[in-house]
C-alpha cells in the first residue's frame, strides 16, 4: 500500500488511542474486575523465535509502526527472554527496541513482565505482570497477548496471515477474555493482510 494512503489512516489511529485511553487510562472499574486467565501451560521453549504481529489495540509506542512489526523472543544468559521489537516506519526505516521479559508465573509461565531500558514505567526489569498470554493454537502458530486491565492486546502469529478458521479463533479468544474484538485494528503485513481495519470486520 502507498504510504501516502496510509498516513491519513495513522491520524485516525492516533484520535482513536487518544478516544481509548481518554476513556481507559484510569483502570479503576477494570480493577474490579478478574484478570484475563492465563494459558493453562506455557511451553517458554516453543514460545521463543520470531512472531509477526497482525492485530492489535493501538498504543502509543507504535504510531511510527507502518507495516511488518514484528517481535523476537531469545533465551538471555539470566534465563530471562530477551525481547527484540522491530518493525518499519511510515518513512520506510526500521524501528527497533530491545527489552526483557521475565515469568512472574512459575506455574502456567504465561504472565510475565516486559521491561524496555529508558521507557519511562517500562524501564525497571523486574515489576507486575504486563503480558498475559490468554490463548494459544495447539501448534503455537498464533498466541493472544494482553495485560491485567485490558488496556492492551496482541494478535501474534508465526505466519505472516491467517485464515478464516483460524481468525474466528482469534476473535472467539479475544471475547473470552473480556475484550473487544473491534478495538483491535489489523496491523499490515507483507504476505498478509496489507489494511488496516477493524478486526471484527475481517
Not at 477494570?30 to 514460545?47: F, G, H, I, M, W
Not at 514484528?70 to 522491530?86: C, F, H, K, S, W
Not at 473491534?182 to 496489507?194: I, Q, V
Request: net charge negative; aromatic share 8%; with cysteine.
Amino acid at each position: 500500500m502507498n504510504r501516502n494512503r496510509l498516513r491519513p489512516i495513522a491520524c485516525a489511529v492516533a484520535v482513536f488511542v487518544a478516544a481509548v485511553a481518554t476513556a481507559s487510562v484510569v483502570p479503576a472499574s477494570a480493577s474490579a474486575e478478574s484478570p484475563p486467565q492465563p494459558v493453562p501451560q506455557l511451553d517458554t521453549a516453543r514460545y521463543l523465535g520470531t512472531w509477526n504481529q497482525l492485530a492489535a489495540i493501538p498504543q502509543y509506542f507504535n504510531l511510527n509502526c507502518a507495516r511488518d512489526t514484528q517481535a523476537e523472543y531469545t533465551l538471555d544468559p539470566d534465563g530471562d527472554i530477551a525481547v527484540r521489537n522491530t518493525c518499519t516506519t511510515w518513512a520506510s526505516t526500521t524501528n527497533e527496541i530491545r527489552g526483557t521479559a521475565t515469568i512472574n508465573d512459575p506455574v502456567t509461565r504465561a504472565q510475565l513482565h516486559v521491561s524496555f531500558p529508558g521507557v519511562p514505567t517500562q524501564d525497571s526489569r523486574t515489576g507486575p505482570t504486563n503480558y498475559i498470554v490468554t490463548a494459544l493454537a495447539d501448534d503455537y502458530s498464533w498466541a493472544l497477548v494482553t495485560d491485567p486491565y485490558r488496556l492492551s492486546g496482541f494478535v501474534l502469529s508465526r505466519p505472516a496471515q491467517l485464515d478464516q478458521a483460524q481468525w474466528d479463533r482469534v476473535r472467539t479468544a479475544i471475547a473470552a477474555a473480556g475484550e473487544d474484538a473491534c478495538l483491535y485494528l489489523t496491523s499490515p503485513t507483507t504476505g498478509g493482510l496489507d489494511r488496516i481495519a477493524p478486526l471484527c470486520s475481517v
